[in-house]
């Protein structure tokens, strides 16, 4: 059986300008998400340097104050939350920037499947990046809370505190 077309109706002004409008978007949808990648980037940088000051200044009351388990297990914490920024910050890098690497394009169907696979790549590396630093806030605060409230991993209970000393 086949089938045999007989009449098509002519696209509209508003279906042109819609289907223009498309393509539009469908080649800038790149550099728009390499530039959000970008701010996203930027921003955890920005945060992250701006923490890391904020601990170095209130450091030395904090551990003058905290017991050996405090300390043992807020270092560990602070390691994870630095780990976790830096995979935030690789990620956000990754979509950003792309991976440099020599591609041989030739044609337009190639050129517009590495574009597509490239967008949907730097997708998921900037959703990567905004969970994975959710997951670094999260440690951060579990580590303030240890280091600064004597909460015990291991029971999940606030610690009791030092007696003061006695002059």
Not at 11 to 28: C, I, P, Q, V
Not at 96 to 101: E, T
Not at 114 to 138: D, K, P
Request: hydrophobic share 55%.
């Amino acid at each position: 059986m086949t089938y045999r077309v007989v009449n098509v109706r002519r696209a509209t002004a508003d279906e042109l300008a819609a289907r223009k409008r498309l393509k539009e978007m469908a080649a800038n949808q790149l550099p728009s998400v390499r530039s959000a990648a970008e701010k996203w980037r930027n921003g955890v940088g920005l945060s992250g340097g701006a923490i890391t000051f904020a601990g170095l200044i209130a450091a030395p009351e904090i551990v003058k104050d905290a017991t050996a388990t405090q300390l043992q297990q807020g270092v560990w914490l602070l390691g994870a939350a630095v780990g976790l920024v830096l995979v935030a910050m690789a990620c956000g890098l990754r979509a950003s920037f792309g991976w440099p690497a020599l591609r041989n394009i030739a044609t337009a169907d190639a050129l517009r499947e590495w574009e597509l696979r490239e967008v949907t790549r730097s997708i998921w590396y900037l959703r990567a990046s905004m969970i994975v630093i959710i997951g670094a806030v999260v440690v951060i605060a579990l580590a303030g809370a240890v280091l600064l409230f004597g909460l015990d991993l291991a029971t999940f209970h606030l610690t009791e505190p030092a007696p003061a000393p006695t002059p």
